[in-house]
């Protein structure tokens, strides 16, 4: 009774158990200290506890420092990063899946995994290119016809993928077989569509990337410092090291973060214009008169704030007000996402994805809580910001035949004449 009782506090029950013998070996073993011989001779005096919250830090600047940089360098360069770092994810996580059942060397399963991430980053990437290059695709024919059959090409794809599967199937391995085919479309769904979503974020302007992101990784830190310096009650089971007064911490510090943070980049057009293709230049750019959220509005402050402040009313850029909802979902659903990584990992029993950032883990282990962000802000957008773009509806209607177009304007005429718009038919 105490071993089992032992074995469900470590989070693992009799059927983990009989899982883990028809996986075939032990788990993955955890990570071993990583950090650069540098920093452990610097730091060789120190605790392991401060050696920690050194390597953490300073590693932490020079990511914050590189976040910068790409920032700098430009939309397409983004694009590139996100596309790098879902590559590197989606590896991370099969690698952990492989390593699981290496030892049945069952055939074609790396291959069809990387196969997979090819069909759907194919589907995914032809929408937003369809989408947002609409004029550069229908001036080049072999883009315009891989366009028109873009779905039934991706199709054809994921279709040869799957018999490919079903012929690999292996006699007495069935089960474990399928066990990976769902690993690797559960990884497919976690990493490729949220990363496909933050690229659609970027193209509404680059103050719907940066915010976010910015206040993942200050909730991140600011969670850290507080649990660090005041933490005394556990959060979770899943995150011991997690605690509430390092949540709460988090939370104002977070809040705070994005109004400032907000405020700075709502006055600075390269942020809060739409990122657009320029088939002129072929390059992207950020030109556009500032909408209504980024302009300055006078805003009466309630009752009670009004003796505390001392002001009757506050000049603010509405979108301050929905980075408001972005830095508490970062700060109070967005650790979820962490916590989530956390039951993942205890269940192989691994301390980190990877060893690829001393002191942090691995790629995944930065970009857990990005990705439920990442759909967050993309809901939220769809929800209470985007409206109807009529540049992509001039896009459609240039596409139709001449008699479809006239139909469609001589109905558009003579809806603005009954709403009084334009003059009366005759005229």
Not at 14 to 25: H, I, P, R, T, Y
Not at 34 to 59: F, H, M, Q, Y
Not at 257 to 272: A, D, I, N, W
Not at 293 to 316: A, C, D, K
Request: glycine share 6%; net charge neutral; hydrophobic share 45%.
């Amino acid at each position: 009774q105490e071993s089992e009782c032992e074995s469900k506090l470590d989070g693992e029950t009799a059927s983990d158990s009989e899982s883990k013998s028809e996986f075939g070996g032990s788990s993955p073993v955890p990570t071993s200290d990583d950090t650069p011989e540098v920093l452990n001779r610097a730091l060789s005096n120190l605790s392991s506890r401060w050696k920690n919250w050194w390597v953490r830090g300073i590693l932490t600047l020079a990511m914050i420092t590189f976040f910068f940089i790409i920032i700098y360098l430009g939309p397409m360069v983004l694009m590139t990063i996100v596309m790098c770092v879902q590559i590197k994810c989606f590896h991370e996580i099969i690698t952990i899946g492989y390593n699981v059942y290496h030892s049945y060397e069952l055939p074609w399963f790396r291959t069809l995994s990387w196969y997979f991430l090819l069909c759907v980053n194919y589907f995914f990437y032809g929408e937003t290119v369809t989408d947002y290059f609409f004029t550069l695709v229908q001036r080049e024919e072999p883009l315009r016809i891989l366009s028109k059959y873009h779905r039934f090409i991706s199709f054809a794809l994921y279709l040869t993928g799957f018999c490919m599967f079903v012929l690999s199937l292996v006699k007495k391995h069935y089960r474990l077989q399928f066990y990976m085919f769902g690993w690797t479309h559960v990884t497919l769904l976690i990493v490729v569509t949220q990363s496909h979503l933050i690229i659609h974020n970027l193209f509404e302007g680059m103050i719907w990337f940066i915010v976010p992101i910015s206040c993942v990784i200050c909730n991140d830190i600011m969670a850290y410092m507080f649990g660090f310096f005041f933490g005394r009650t556990p959060l979770i089971k899943l995150s011991p090291k997690k605690t509430w007064e390092g949540f709460i911490g988090g939370f104002f510090s977070t809040v705070l973060f994005g109004l400032l943070l907000s405020y700075v980049m709502s006055g600075y057009r390269c942020f809060t214009c739409p990122v657009e293709f320029n088939n002129d230049t072929n390059s992207f750019t950020v030109e556009c008169e500032p909408s209504e959220l980024f302009q300055l509005h006078e805003y009466r402050l309630p009752e009670l704030l009004r003796p505390l402040l001392g002001w009757h009313t506050v000049r603010m850029f509405p979108f301050q007000i929905h980075s408001i909802a972005l830095s508490t979902f970062a700060s109070l659903i967005g650790p979820f996402g962490g916590f989530f990584a956390s039951g993942f990992k205890r269940a192989f029993k691994i301390k980190d994805f990877a060893n690829t950032i001393p002191g942090h883990g691995g790629i995944m282990d930065r970009f857990d809580c990005q990705y439920l962000m990442a759909t967050f802000v993309n809901v939220y957008i769809a929800s209470f910001i985007r409206g109807p773009n009529p540049s992509k509806l001039i896009q459609q209607f240039l596409t139709l035949r001449p008699e479809q177009q006239l139909h469609i304007f001589n109905t558009l005429k003579a809806h603005l004449v009954d709403r009084g718009v334009l003059g009366s038919l005759e005229d």
